[in-house]
């Protein structure tokens, strides 16, 4: 057995909320003045049936119909056994992955994508705004917006429009309107051609192009899309999950071990993970492990704080793993993996003890990426070699261990369009940057004077 | 190691929050600072501290080292500027 296929009538039909079932109930975000943002503060980028969301204390959130008739064109996507893998690492355990690299786009993004543009549509939204570089979730928006009837402006970066050709095609193709950013078309983007012409642009004037056409519509008819990071992104995601449990029980695979996902902003991981966070908080025995980069031990080495979310201290307060904000991490390649601090609902997982996090270095996911497209075939992302890193960790425990472990990990996309990170590695460009103790504790000593936030927690786990 | 003296504007890193190549010409001159992320993109070929102490202030350079804050906190302030500017 190679590949376990859902029929569409078995694709689940809720999404699942961990916020339901956290035994500690989240902080809020805190705005400057130390009271919670409120969902009003959030309107105006966003469509009030999403910012419900982001705020539900609902276990189960049913996908609307019309969202699934649209999954239905990559999901449920497949889980694969890797068993060229185990065999190359002679490893007793049997190793699972959901291939998310299936959909149009290539990657989990058009997950939140469809469910955001049809939110949007019901709520009278008639364009989505968003920014972006090389364009993965500018396309994956483009893709949604085109098969529910929605106008779409990416935002790209005019670097990026301009040595980036496909995945700008690809969003055209699809029907989006994709402007080199900055614009003539914002006065975020005028500011910044009135100063400089030729500016090749950022991603921050990128960003303050897309929210700025949201927020300044006269009609109220559009809205921003963001791909990741917070509650209702990885509300969406959790399909991966729950399609993962129905198909190992459909092959008598009724206990897993071991649940993997590289953990960036936390969509990724908490698509896999939360439903078996699920299991575990009602007793089942998982080590659930969340993936990041050594250069930027989010997770793994750093306090739980209230941080600033910048230098100058005005924006508001989120609880979170962080590094501070003086914090620099390494060069990596692998861009999904960069956040300062990791989604709320991620860290507070991390509190409770529900997950596990583990830092791998660069050179040792390129290694595992390098095994994995020898042995099992495919090419995957940056961000996914993250994952691909533990399970072989994993793997090789099991091996020394002799036990018959299960592992089940999110491969979350194809890395067609990263292959210059590839050749970086095997030209001996690339190298490993652990974060050297003396600059954590610098970053640390940054936060010590501001709100600590209680690591509330049961110690069940 | 690129020695501080020596002109690397057209040395090339790939950029991980755009996912392609880009020249040390284009972080150092992102925007009225050079990007945040200079250091750890191109430490491994450059000596980024002396770069920046030979050109910065101390506040310019904890500025230009500062991380981007959380997305939640972004859209809230781009928000509150938006609307400020559309007054």
């Known amino acids: 057995m190679i590949k376990v296929l859902l029929d569409e009538n078995e694709i689940p039909r809720q999404w699942y909320n961990l916020a339901a079932d956290l035994p500690t109930a989240m902080l809020p975000p805190l705005g400057p003045d130390g009271n919670p943002v409120t969902p009003d503060a959030l309107a105006p980028v ?7 969301q982001e705020v539900s204390q609902e276990r189960w959130i049913t996908i609307p119909e019309e969202v699934l008739e649209i999954l239905y064109k990559w999901r449920p996507s497949p889980l694969c056994r890797a068993t060229s893998l185990e065999k190359a690492l002679k490893t007793p355990a049997r190793i699972y992955y959901k291939n998310e690299g299936v959909s149009p786009a290539g990657s989990h993004k058009p997950n939140t994508a469809v469910p955001q543009a049809w939110y949007n549509k019901q709520f009278g939204i008639e364009k989505l705004t968003t920014e972006t570089g090389a364009g993965q979730w500018g396309s994956a928006l ?31 193709v699809w029907g989006g309107e994709c ?16 100063k400089d012409p030729n500016t090749p642009g950022s991603l921050g004037i990128a960003i303050s192009e897309a929210v700025e056409e949201a927020v300044t519509d006269a009609g109220g008819k559009t809205r921003y899309s963001l791909g990741s990071v917070l509650n209702h992104v990885m ?3 959790t ?3 729950l399609e993962a449990k129905k198909q190992l029980a459909k092959i008598g695979e009724n206990k ?13 991981f908490a698509g896999i993970a939360f439903p078996f966070v699920a299991d575990k908080i009602n007793g089942a025995q998982i080590d659930i492990i969340p993936v990041e980069p050594s250069s930027c031990p989010t997770l793994t080495r750093a306090p739980f704080a209230y941080d600033h979310g910048d230098v100058a201290k005005m924006t508001p307060l989120l609880p979170m793993y962080s590094l501070g904000h003086e914090f620099v991490s390494p060069p990596i390649h692998a861009g999904g993996l960069r956040y300062h601090g990791m989604a709320p609902l991620v860290s507070q997982a991390a509190v409770e003890g529900l997950i596990t996090p583990r830092a791998v270095d660069q050179l040792h996911c390129y290694e595992s990426a390098l095994m994995w497209a020898r042995t099992e075939g495919f090419i995957p992302a940056p961000e996914t070699s993250h994952a691909i890193a533990a399970v072989v960790e994993e793997a090789i425990k099991a091996r020394e261990e002799g036990k018959e472990k299960v592992i089940l990990f999110n491969w979350s996309g194809h890395g067609l369009m990263d292959l210059l990170g590839y050749d970086a590695f095997m030209s001996g460009k690339l190298g490993n940057y652990p974060l050297p103790e003396e600059e954590l504790q610098r970053s640390i000593k940054s936060i010590e004077g501001l709100p ?8 069940r786990w | 190691m690129v020695e501080v003296s020596e002109n690397y504007d057209t040395l090339e890193a790939r950029c991980p929050m755009l996912g392609h190549l880009v020249s040390f010409r284009y972080c150092r001159s992102l925007d009225r600072l050079p990007c945040r992320r200079l250091m750890q993109c191109w430490s491994s070929q450059i000596d980024v501290r002396a770069y920046l102490e030979g050109r910065y202030s101390a506040q310019e350079i904890a500025a230009i080292l500062a991380p981007p804050p959380p997305k939640i906190n972004q859209l809230l302030e781009l928000v509150r500027k938006a609307k400020g500017d559309a007054l």
Request: hydrophobic letters at 45%.
């Open chain 1, 46 to 52: 966003f469509p009030m049936n999403l910012i419900e």
């Open chain 1, 142 to 172: 483009s893709f949604a917006c085109a098969l529910l009837g929605l106008k779409c402006k990416v935002y790209m970066v005019r670097i990026s429009f301009e040595q980036k050709p496909f995945r700008k095609l690809m969003m055209r």
């Open chain 1, 179 to 194: 402007v080199a950013s900055p614009s003539t078309l914002t006065k975020a983007g005028r500011d910044i051609l009135a």
């Open chain 1, 235 to 237: 509300l969406h995601q």
């Open chain 1, 239 to 241: 399909i991966i999950g």
């Open chain 1, 256 to 268: 897993v071990d071991i649940v993997i996902g590289c953990a960036g902003g936390g969509s990724n």
């Open chain 1, 452 to 459: 600590k936030a209680e690591a509330r927690k049961t110690g």
